[in-house]
């Protein structure tokens, strides 16, 4: 599902973006779609899930296949079978039921490499980061850790966020707001997706 209220929102307080970037990007659709909303941007996708990896690439957007986290190396993800909500994997171990119409999800452990935004920002010499749409299931703090100082220069984040618990360990809503205060950003829009998550849309302060 596309989603407008975040281009919406980068078009009022980032209107000539630089860099966008596309954490959690599955199947590269949200990053098509920004392409086409801001042709002058340069959008990267993120994407861990080798499963994921073909139609992302069919999507003809840069992709870097790796989890992104507040360290760079390797991490063990959790793969849900494609077919099987695939688009619900993690780094945290998924529960046993994720969706109230899903059955309990078929999941392997496997090892993936993953990075932080910052080297992989030094590695492309991007200075600047304009804006940020993210899907991680949970590990928001982790990447949001890996952005740092980038992160201030950031305008506009959405992020997916549990509001009440779905995976054991993961971000708390609470926690994900606190970072985003200490860093100067302000939530404008809470969108519920579904029973226990949301998306939210972070501007910075100086912005509004």
Same mark, same amino acid.
């Given at each position: 599902m596309m989603n407008d209220p975040f281009v919406e929102a980068v078009r009022k307080y980032a209107p000539e973006p630089s860099v966008i970037l596309d954490i959690g990007?599955?199947?590269? +659709?949200?990053?098509?779609?920004?392409n086409r909303a801001f #042709?002058?941007?340069?959008?990267? +996708?993120?994407?861990?899930?080798p499963a994921h990896h073909a139609q992302c690439r069919a999507a003809n957007v840069p992709l870097v296949e790796k989890a992104v986290l507040d360290y760079t190396g390797e991490t063990v993800f959790h793969a849900i079978k494609p077919g099987t909500n695939s688009g619900a994997s993690s780094v945290f171990v998924p529960p046993t039921q994720i969706l109230p119409w899903d059955g309990a999800p078929i999941w392997e452990k496997i090892t993936v490499p993953c990075i932080r935004i910052d080297d992989w920002a030094a590695s492309e010499k991007i200075t600047q980061i304009d804006a940020v749409w993210m899907d991680v299931q949970g590990a928001e703090l982790q990447v949001l850790q890996g952005f740092g100082k980038l992160l201030t220069g950031v305008k506009v984040i959405q992020t997916e966020v549990e509001t009440e618990q779905v995976y054991e360990g993961a971000t708390s809503f609470v926690d994900l707001v606190s970072l985003m205060y200490e860093h100067d950003f302000i939530m404008v829009s809470l969108i519920?997706?579904?029973? &226990?998550?949301?998306?939210?849309?972070?501007? #910075? &302060?100086?912005?509004?």
């Amino acid at each position: 599902m596309m989603n407008d209220p975040f281009v919406e929102a980068v078009r009022k307080y980032a209107p000539e973006p630089s860099v966008i970037l596309d954490i959690g990007s599955m199947d590269a +659709a949200q990053a098509v779609f920004f392409n086409r909303a801001f #042709q002058s941007a340069s959008v990267f +996708a993120f994407e861990p899930l080798p499963a994921h990896h073909a139609q992302c690439r069919a999507a003809n957007v840069p992709l870097v296949e790796k989890a992104v986290l507040d360290y760079t190396g390797e991490t063990v993800f959790h793969a849900i079978k494609p077919g099987t909500n695939s688009g619900a994997s993690s780094v945290f171990v998924p529960p046993t039921q994720i969706l109230p119409w899903d059955g309990a999800p078929i999941w392997e452990k496997i090892t993936v490499p993953c990075i932080r935004i910052d080297d992989w920002a030094a590695s492309e010499k991007i200075t600047q980061i304009d804006a940020v749409w993210m899907d991680v299931q949970g590990a928001e703090l982790q990447v949001l850790q890996g952005f740092g100082k980038l992160l201030t220069g950031v305008k506009v984040i959405q992020t997916e966020v549990e509001t009440e618990q779905v995976y054991e360990g993961a971000t708390s809503f609470v926690d994900l707001v606190s970072l985003m205060y200490e860093h100067d950003f302000i939530m404008v829009s809470l969108i519920q997706a579904w029973q &226990k998550e949301a998306d939210a849309i972070f501007v #910075q &302060k100086g912005l509004l």
